[in-house]
């Protein structure tokens, strides 16, 4: 606890996936008060063909 | 907001999701109030042996 | 199986839920091919002051 | 209802999976006093790379 | 990891609840091979009003 | 999208969950690459009760 669910498209690499939870776990520790050690993050990557806004897929939009 | 995650089995085809995420946004337009730009929708496809009803794994029924 | 989890702003009436959840079930039922049955929705209502977009908090904008 | 959403790193057997949901949905009827019927278990198998803890991926421990 | 997220009705005593995450935990123990500190243990209760099942609100079924 | 979710404790001030949600939204612009109005954050507030490690509730634990 915190425990961040974090949705993205997928393509992100494993240096931004890096630098992703280091940033967001340090913003985590400063403004909430939590130790470091507290903060889980987990990302889940979607499809474009999984993610609608506006009722259109981001598949479909070009 | 409103965003809406929905958890269905694998195997849909992009022209059902496409009618899915058409169908409900204009659902939550009439029925909630929201404006279509403001509905997000993400599909979670997950396998039958990853889901269990009762104890029993979806993919052990035949 | 599909579940389907709404996140919405709190304030919705009874009868917008009611509504809601009748017109996504059948949305739900007629483009995916589920049965009424096998469909369930849960709502999650929250506070303008625990959503934010572009970094402001929703209670935050006037 | 129960709905129980279990994030795991991947790499379960069937086995594991099936010996899993059974327990948990004992244990869920027992305790909660729910039949076995209304028990939902979703199973999310998660990359190694995609869970920070402290700031740092699990794939990048050793 | 692994975190468990269980959705339920409102209505749960303390005691149910204690009795629930021990006996998951252990379960989870026993079938996945992750030692008890591992596992995190997360209840959400849901008023009737805001589940529905086959396009109905529980709060609706007498 | 990217769009955030995260458990956290109940007792958040309304100025930590400002300086939260304006944090991780620059940390995720960031790294990510993302436009910042492109960042949700949805924030959940739990009960001690509602949370448990190792198969204690967080409200047992002195």
């Known amino acids: 606890m915190p425990t961040i669910n974090v949705q993205v498209f997928e393509g992100r690499t494993l240096e931004q996936k890096r630098a992703f939870v280091k940033a967001v776990t340090e913003a985590t520790v400063q403004t ?31």
């Not at 993050?41 to 479909?60: F, M, P, Y």
């Open 32 to 62: 909430l008060g939590a130790t470091p050690e507290s903060v889980d993050i987990i990302i889940h990557e979607l499809k474009k063909e999984d993610w609608a806004t506006a009722g259109r897929l981001w598949s479909d939009r070009t």
